[in-house]
């Protein structure tokens, strides 16, 4: 092969990609892949960026996005994620809270439409938890559960690389089982959720009414300078975290547990105290590591060329 | 096909059997089926009986029936069903509370060389759930999760016929997960499971507590006749099952869960009330059917029958 057919075949493959985008509810952030990329690893990306989201024309915002950022290139899939309840299956926003206009919308259809390519739309979780389980702190492990600490608590069983939906499409959440039966009232209606003790909100009332001021990196702040009643109320939280976790070894046994998620990117504060209280409490439970998160805000985007790598079918 | 090629014909495939062995604490159930039996439906049974546990020399005495049931018949696998602790991929049973013999045993490979077939050796909590989900009251559904209630609750989630083991082979652990935190102390080691509250035992107490007399049975047959007490414990228990439940589908997210073992027997003392306060208590969940299991004690050797029909290679 001369240097000239070796650069022209680099040129082609370069030429072929996929395109993960995750939708947030202020900021799209892309990434595009090589289609030929190893799912085993994390693709050099060869372009990746963010724009505003497009709140008021959301699919036609999104379209231009994904013109812009493909160019010359020929896009064999593009996979979105989406914050808010999402039928896989049939690439429908069910509802999204931060992006009221795609209430409904059949957002894989019309793209697919506009763009021409196979298009699948899925959770933002679901998104972030298989590019955990299979690139980031899970890596190596076949069996993982990926939580994320945020105003919402998400959970997502993966294994081999996907996540484990139940008979309805709706397994994995953690946030909503009930620790303290007598707490407060949670979204969901129901009292003493997890999400009720240890989502953002709740952990700023509980500091609010602990004396601090500010929101929870104020909280954690105040915890890491040894303050009192900063710990009161972080421990709190972790101890209900650590309860949860004992109740998912008991009933799923997953082989690695990584906490992600707004509230764990300091991991010292919420995930190490609720790890050591785990440890203390267990008797028969099987505990698997549980490890901080590593791919920060870009899990999302990452589970978007992931889901894409994997679905494309037969390529060139 | 002449008469007499078409009863030899039938006689040869009825003299190659599996046999699936259910040991109890106090007795052992065999079922003996054709090998070429399917998998879809309980097959017919060649033979089916019991006889006592032989306990002191338990692995003599269980080659002794194998022997006295299969006669004539060529065998071509053997499934066991232990009370215990079992290490299934190696056939070995790590603890017997009920058959103490067996500890540590090597039960499969100790058969295998004493009858010169393959045999397996499974839970017998896992061989009741895959009967129950597969030929009992989850039959048709692919995704079924089994609980046991007697005096320890089992429960295992079964997918495509298998149960779903977990990471480390403990998961479906329903009967420990925390329902009420202040809770008495579970055999566990913890404080408030389910097991310290729908336990046979924890009934026994909480009715004799209640000013009543004798056991379970006692409880349910004045439950039936209006006795206040016993209402207010039958439905202290039923409560505390629709928690779990409620738990189970925000985490598992079942297709159907079947509810079985000794305390299930009259299903409307603790099933129907519970999958009632379940229907009244949901909020988010997605609810399946909540089905008394229907194979009563038979379950345990159909699961070994079904499990020898699914693992055997091809026949004849």
Known sequence: MTDTEAAATIVAADAIAVLGIDVGGSSVKHLLARADASTARPPEPLARGRNATPKSAPVDGLAAIVEAVRGDRRLTRLVLSIPGIVDEARGIVVRSTNIPALDGCALGDRLEAELGIPVDVINDGHAAAVAEASWGAGAGVDDVFVLALGTGIA???????????????????LGHITI???????SCGRRGCLETIIGAPALRAAWAEAGGSGG?????????????????????AA??????????????DPGCIVIGGGLAQAPHHLVTLAARFVAERATFHRIPPIVPATLGEWAGANGTVLTALLRQGTLV
Chains 1, 2 share one sequence.
């Open 180 to 186: 303290d039966p007598s707490g407060s009232v949670c």
């Open 216 to 236: 929870t990196e104020s909280l954690f702040a105040a915890h890491t300078d040894g303050h009192a009643a900063a710990k009161r109320v972080v421990e709190h």
């Open 239 to 252: 101890s209900a975290l650590a309860e949860a976790i004992l109740t998912l070894c008991a009933l799923v």
């Open 155 to 173: 959970g997502a069983h993966v294994v081999g690389g996907r996540v484990v939906p139940g008979a309805h499409g709706s397994a994995g959440e």
